[in-house]
């Protein structure tokens, strides 16, 4: 019976595919520093990806050293729109290519 139960065990692991069970591969980020000619560094900022088929990302606000982050983008073939905002004025409103490698995106204010 033990004979059995091995085989049929033995026959299992054989038909299952090693890579069966795969590990989720975060994407790599999106990710940069506002900065204003007048003031330098700006924390505070919040900033957003907008994509006219996947919509608005959830926000990121700005470190105090300015740095702002978003993990796990979905790579799409058309632009993203990057903004940032201080309260409800918009500040800065560009495009950013992302196709699934670490983006660098620096916002320069006035």
Request: net charge positive; proline share 11%.
């Amino acid at each position: 019976m033990n004979l059995l139960r091995f085989l049929f065990l033995l026959a299992v692991m054989a038909v299952m595919e090693p890579g069966f069970v795969r590990a989720q591969v975060p994407a790599p980020p999106v990710s940069g520093v506002v900065a204003s000619q007048q003031r330098g560094v700006v924390g505070g900022v919040t900033v957003y990806l907008v994509h006219p088929v996947v919509g608005r990302s959830v926000p990121s606000f700005t470190a105090p050293n300015g740095a702002y982050f978003f993990a796990n983008v979905a790579p799409q073939p058309q632009p993203y729109f990057i903004e940032a905002y201080w309260g409800n004025q918009l500040l800065f409103r560009g495009q950013v290519s992302y196709q699934g490698s670490p983006v660098q995106f620096n916002i320069a204010l006035p």
